[in-house]
């Protein structure tokens, strides 16, 4: 058994079989993907990485096993595992290029089973007797015990709001996981909260809406996730990169691939290396543009296109950014109480209402250049039929708010 030092948790075992999966090239490459994808552009500290969200993920599925005791032995090592292996489908910069893999591979980061089920973990894995198909369906939430991982409320979402907070500095990610993990156990088949972690349960929504708030959905990380993901797409297209490649590279690769682009890409990623980002022409929430600019999601490049023709602008030069509609599935987390099991949402009132300021925080973007914003933020709003912005971005803004775009 070793022990290693995590800035998050403290002292992490390390078992023999962990020891090995983590000397795989599989694992060993989340040392190079970051977290955050861009969010260091905002937050410079935010540069830790999917290895050790990983062993953050690990630790936190040990300490929950260790309270559930009708779990059999040979169980508590695969959910171990698969905690540990749980992100190995991560691209580049994680879910800044995750959509762009399952546009031309149609395959998701959390469906591991073909990159487990070959190479080095698979060897290590059969060496101590575990099936890579169990693993895969474990991360994916398809078995009773993969509800400790990918549930309402898991360890893994636990481990990224903690870490997440502590490497941006972001005082919002407080979550009393020891107490939430002390009161959650099985109850027919159902992962639940007794309800003497209610108020854990509570501190993990906060944080989680703090957390999208402040830094998940920050407009210089949308847009520059936007952007990366746009000269990613454009080098695909013209086949100077490999969808399949691309889910296997890191950070690195990515970035090198792009600096070398003679086209789009290369265009981005310099913009990119110098923080010369595209700014916001339009930013609104769902008050102002209404609920039915949510249809616009699968029509995003027909909307940049039309956009950029009502502007005078190419069409590179316009970004549309539509997230989906904001929902909080923690708030279906079942609490235990004397009697019943109530959702999360129904057993507090102040949860309740959290959705409700949860949809107030959403905001769509159309992004480009700084000298086409008047263009392309009227042009979008006449796209979008918006009447009117509650919070407009005008040119003579831009420089006063440099500082913190």
């Not at 015990?145 to 709001?161: C, N």
């Not at 316009?318 to 129904?346: F, G, Q, R, Y």
Request: glycine share 6%; aromatic share 6%.
């Amino acid at each position: 058994m070793k022990v290693v030092l995590d800035p998050v948790h403290g002292y992490i075992e390390l078992d023999e079989i962990v020891q090995e999966l983590l000397a795989t090239p599989q694992i060993q490459r989340l040392r190079r993907v970051r977290q955050l994808g861009f969010s260091n552009l905002v937050y410079p500290g935010a540069n830790h990485t999917r290895f050790e969200h990983s062993l953050g993920t690990m630790h936190l599925a040990s300490m929950l096993m260790k309270n559930l005791d009708s779990i059999d032995e040979d169980k508590k090592l695969e959910i171990r595992v698969a905690s540990l292996l749980h992100d190995v489908g991560h691209g580049p910069f994680s879910h800044v290029t995750e959509n762009v893999i399952y546009k031309y591979t149609r395959r998701r980061h959390d469906e591991i089973k073909e990159i487990i089920g070959k190479g080095e973990i698979k060897e290590v894995l059969k060496k101590y007797g575990i099936y890579p198909g169990e693993l895969a369906k474990h991360v994916e939430g398809e078995t009773s015990l993969g509800q400790i991982l990918s549930s309402e409320i898991d360890v893994d979402r636990m481990d990224y709001l903690v870490r997440d907070a502590h490497y941006t500095g972001v005082a919002f990610g407080v979550v009393d996981y020891n107490r939430l993990i002390n009161q959650m156990r099985f109850h027919e088949d159902r992962l639940v909260v007794d309800q003497g972690g209610l108020k854990a349960a509570e501190s993990l929504l906060v944080s989680r809406f703090w957390m999208n708030t402040s830094v998940y959905y920050h407009h210089v990380t949308r847009i520059s996730e936007a952007m990366c993901s746009k000269a990613v797409e454009h080098m695909i297209e013209d086949g100077e990169m490999d969808p399949i490649r691309l889910s296997q590279m890191d950070d690195i690769d990515l970035i090198a691939a792009m600096r070398s682009s003679k086209g789009y890409g290369g265009e981005l990623a310099k913009r990119l290396d110098s923080r010369n980002l595209y700014k916001r022409a339009l930013y609104t929430g769902l008050e102002d543009a209404g609920k039915g600019v949510l249809k616009h999601r699968d029509k995003i490049e027909r909307a940049e296109k039309e956009i950029a023709e009502l502007a005078g602008v190419d069409q590179e030069c316009v970004l549309v950014d539509i997230p989906k509609t904001p929902e909080m599935l923690e708030m279906k987390a079942m609490i235990k109480t004397d009697h019943k099991l109530v959702s999360l949402n129904e057993a507090s009132h102040f949860v309740s209402i959290l959705q409700e300021a949860h949809m107030d925080n959403w905001r769509m973007g159309v992004y480009c250049p700084r000298e086409h914003c008047e263009a392309v933020g009227k042009a979008a709003k006449e796209y979008f039929n918006i009447k009117k912005v509650t919070k407009q971005f005008k040119l003579s803004d831009l420089e006063n708010t440099k500082v913190q775009e």
